[in-house]
């Protein structure tokens, strides 16, 4: 169990993807994003294996989640600088986290 003071510490905001492309280097299909945290963030980059669900045309204007306060992580030739928020499905696909209503970009998880 933690505290709500740990939970306190994790920075989770919502942010929109301007650039979504293919990663052919990864090992599994993905996708590196690029995403608009608003003017206190600013944009960031991010990868993940949401390839099943969604094209790369259909992510772009997408409000996500992400966790910020992670330390980049090298993902192959490509630095990771924010965990990607999201779900698996029954067969182990990931389902992106998402506002379901509009929130400004760069809005922290409550």
């Not at 942010?15 to 299909?29: H, N, Q, S, T, Y």
């Not at 669900?53 to 600088?81: A, C, D, Q, R």
């Amino acid at each position: 169990m933690i505290i709500y003071e740990d939970f306190e510490k994790v920075d989770i905001r919502a942010g929109e993807i301007l650039v979504a492309e293919d990663f052919p280097e990864a090992r599994k299909p993905m996708y590196k994003i690029t995403v608009d945290f608003g003017p206190e963030i600013g944009i960031k980059k991010s990868s993940g294996q949401f390839t099943h669900h969604y094209t790369k045309e259909e992510l772009v204007g997408k409000m996500i989640i992400g966790v910020l306060n992670f330390p980049p992580k090298n993902i192959g030739p490509f630095i990771s600088e924010f965990l990607t928020l999201g779900l698996t499905d029954e067969e182990d696909k990931v389902v992106l986290l998402m506002p379901t209503q509009k929130v400004p970009k760069g809005s922290k998880m409550m």
